[in-house]
């Protein structure tokens, strides 16, 4: 059992990943949503970490990402932080946190780097938020502007919508890459993308990308954890498992319940024993 960390001994920042995706060296990310995971991960050497809104389904149990809380998710990002402090943490900002009033979005942000202890927020934009961009840029909060599919229009699109079909889809999503970079944008997440709209991006910009099932040329790319383990009933076609989690979590479900149905758990007595002479 490692007793320190496997990863990077210095702590990962924003310019880190920028050295990183200027040398041609990719990052792996996984989304987490507790402390003692985080620490688990960094272990393992994963030291870029996105605390999702998909808490709402694989935390909470909701069917969509738009139920999380803004508290919640602050508390979240806090404790993945403190598991892993010398991970480059991002939080991300909940539906309707930064859509209503760009001040309540500038106020809430700022909530994510204080309480969160977030190294930068992660936000789904189009060209009607380069302005917000902006503004966060002037208040020095770290921007990851989330493009391509975003899961929190779901209500209104009723299903995911593959990004960058088209020349005209690719042609628009790079100019609006271009405009977020131009607006203060510290890096990008492209989401279910094709490789073609994703390598345009990549091309038109100076800042890391990270792809979320966007096709192999971005600088780093992130999957839900729970997918990765294996624990969730359904897989997006981009993340295919790694293992089988869910089944030996279950696993040892079941042997902890027939440890102690047998009555064998224990059976000795215990670890404690009453003190057979008191000092007076």
């Known amino acids: 059992m490692p007793t320190a960390p496997a990863a990077t001994s210095d702590p990962v920042t924003l310019r880190t990943l920028r050295h990183r995706a200027a040398g041609g060296q990719k990052f792996a990310m996984l989304t987490c949503y507790d402390a003692t995971t985080a620490r688990w991960l960094y272990r393992g050497g994963l030291d870029v970490m996105l605390v999702g809104d998909t808490a709402g389904s694989v935390v909470l149990g909701f069917d969509d990402t738009i139920r999380v809380p803004v508290d919640f998710m602050l508390t979240l990002t806090a404790a993945v932080k403190r598991g892993a402090p010398g991970a480059f943490v991002m939080g991300d900002m909940p ?3 930064y859509t209503a009033d760009d001040a309540e979005a500038v106020h809430n942000a700022g909530r994510f780097m204080i309480e969160g202890n977030a190294d930068a927020v992660k936000l789904e934009v189009d060209h009607r938020h380069v302005e917000l961009i902006a503004k966060l840029d002037r208040a020095a909060i770290s921007t ?3 493009i391509g599919w975003r899961p929190q229009r779901t209500p209104r699109t009723g299903v995911p919508v ?5 020349d005209r889809g690719i042609d628009e999503l790079a100019a609006l890459a271009v405009e977020l970079q131009q607006a203060g944008a510290a890096m990008l997440l492209i989401e279910q993308s094709t490789a073609e709209a994703a390598r345009a991006v990549i091309n038109a910009v100076d800042i890391p990308v990270i792809g979320c099932g966007a096709g192999p ?3 780093g790319h992130v999957i839900v954890l729970q997918d990765w383990l294996g624990m969730t009933d359904w897989q997006p076609s981009f993340a295919p498992p790694g293992g089988h989690g869910g089944q030996a979590l279950q696993d040892l479900a079941r042997k902890w319940v027939d440890l102690v149905e047998s009555g064998r758990y224990l059976a000795d ?3 404690y024993a009453m003190r057979s002479n008191i000092v007076k």
């Open 162 to 166: 593959v990004a960058g079909r088209t």
């Open 144 to 146: 990851v502007a989330h």
């Open 95 to 97: 539906f309707l946190s």
């Open 269 to 271: 007595g215990g670890p």
């Open 217 to 219: 040329d971005c600088h």
